[in-house]
């Protein structure tokens, strides 16, 4: 230490108040040995000058050390914005600096600390999988709001619990463990029994790092629920349709065999297999028409909206339909209650919904029965019924109806012609035309189908 710095300093001060005392003590001994002062003279100088140093060193060292540690406590309990007012240049002034130093440090690393963590956690936030992270004993260190909202729970509520515990799905745990072991990731497609049981594509993940997360893993969870139902209604499509063209083509296949075999020297049973024939090449040409149809409706785009009256296309209806009603004696007739609004709707489709409807009524419904469709006028939507007095359909297959190549009783259904498309394509058209459908049905005592299209307002 160079000796210019040294007096600035505060080290000298003690020693050189010893010194001071010193030379005081003996100018006092001094006086009192020449007689020049009394006892009570030399001992007040003395208190007087001892009381001097004192305060100097009270207020230039006691003090600001004090309030030096009255920060220190304060930092201590995290309150970082407190800034110290000393400005001398000696030591205290030093360490006065230095403690502000160090706190604004200290504040600039706590932020970009919580920066860093806001920014992690907006990250997992906003993550569309759900995000498991789980120490190298399979307790649970972190989860995301996605994991929260699938399982129902919360963050603290699960934290430090097993991973078995939460979801119990030994398939999951495995996966843990192999990526745990080896430190390398793992991916499968595991069904998970959570609240709403689904299929999840679950990647599994080493944690690299250390402390709580040294031999943990990270298990990203990603609902593949939806994707595989489409696969598998993909699947099913397909195969009913092949399965719809195979049993037409093997019958015919099977009626050109026998012709072929010789039976088409006789002129009567060859008309006999031709009519056979000539049946199953219209299932076929129906089967087709219908598939078409249904992939138009799927997507429709093109609707002519119009100011549509329902009546009208009643009574269309039930001119196309008359001679097939009769044919099967049934009573088919119209019931439309008070005045009608127009509706908002396309006229060409709402008719191909009220026949796929009709149609099944027909076709369902045994002689002697009928089939009235009922107008009525809502507040904001007018009301179709198609009400039947048909066999009706169990309670079991109303939810199921609407679906592709669904059939209540397959063998039935075929026989009358049907391939299970015509409510599909209804539910398609009847949502693109911003309506509604609803169907209420009574095995053995008849079904109504309720239709709802919304009132033109202008
Ligand atoms: N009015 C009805 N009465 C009884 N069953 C019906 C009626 N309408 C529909 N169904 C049942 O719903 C199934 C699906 O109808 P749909 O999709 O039109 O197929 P399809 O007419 O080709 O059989 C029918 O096979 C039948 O079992
Ligand atoms: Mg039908």
């Given at each position: 230490m160079r000796l210019s710095k040294a007096f600035i300093g505060i080290s000298w001060r003690p020693v050189a108040s010893y010194f001071f005392l010193m030379v005081l003590f003996l100018g006092i001994l001094k006086l009192y040995a020449v007689e020049k002062i009394s006892v009570v003279g030399a001992a007040a100088i003395a208190f007087l000058f001892a009381f001097i140093l004192a305060w100097v060193l009270f207020k230039r060292v006691i003090s600001p050390l004090n309030e030096i540690a009255r920060a220190a406590e304060d930092m201590a309990r995290g309150n970082l914005n407190r800034e110290l007012k000393i400005y001398s240049q000696d030591e205290i002034g030093n360490l006065a600096r230095n403690i502000n130093d160090m706190a604004g440090k200290l504040k600039g690393n706590i932020a970009e600390i919580s920066r860093e963590r806001n920014r992690a956690n907006a990250i997992l936030n906003s993550m569309v999988d759900g995000v498991i992270a789980v120490d190298k004993s399979g307790s649970l260190i972190l989860i995301n709001p996605v994991v929260e909202e699938l399982l129902q729970t919360t963050q603290q509520s699960v934290q430090g619990q097993k991973i078995l515990e939460i979801i119990r799905s030994h398939e999951l745990e495995e996966i843990f463990t192999i990526a745990s072991n080896t430190r390398k990731s793992v991916t499968r497609e595991v069904k998970l029994p959570i609240l709403e049981p689904g299929i999840f594509k679950v990647q599994a993940t080493p944690l690299e790092g250390t402390?709580?997360?040294?031999g943990g893993v990270v298990i990203i969870l990603r609902d593949i629920t939806e994707r595989k139902k489409l696969e598998q209604m993909r699947t099913d499509f397909v195969a009913n349709v092949s399965h719809e063209l195979r049993t037409p083509l093997t019958s015919i296949h099977g009626f050109l065999e026998t012709l072929l075999d010789g039976?088409?020297?006789?002129k009567e049973t060859t008309k006999y297999f031709l009519a056979l024939m000539s049946g199953e090449t219209r299932r076929l040409t129906k089967l087709t028409n219908d598939l078409m149809d249904l992939s138009k409706m799927e997507e429709l785009t093109s609707i002519q909206w119009q100011q549509v009256s329902v009546p009208t296309i009643i009574e269309r209806v039930i001119t196309i339909f008359r001679t097939p009603a009769e044919e099967k004696k049934l009573v088919l007739f119209d019931d439309i209650i008070g005045d009608l609004p127009l509706v908002k709707s396309d006229p060409d489709l709402l008719a191909q919904v009220l026949m796929n409807i009709v149609d099944n009524s027909i076709k369902f419904t045994p002689e002697g029965g009928t089939v009235t469709l009922q107008a009525v006028a809502g507040e904001k939507y007018v009301r179709i019924n198609v009400v039947d007095t048909g066999l009706g359909i169990p309670t079991e297959s109303l939810s199921r109806i609407?679906?592709?190549?669904?059939?209540?009783?397959k063998s039935r259904a075929r026989e009358l012609g049907?391939?299970?498309l015509g409510l599909a394509i209804v539910k398609h058209v009847v949502k693109a035309l911003h309506g509604q459908i609803e169907v209420n049905s009574r095995e053995g005592r008849g079904s109504t189908f309720s239709l709802y299209f919304p009132v033109y307002d202008s």
């Open positions: 402390g709580q997360e040294e039976a088409m020297d006789d609407f679906e592709r190549f669904y059939r209540v009783d049907g391939m299970g």
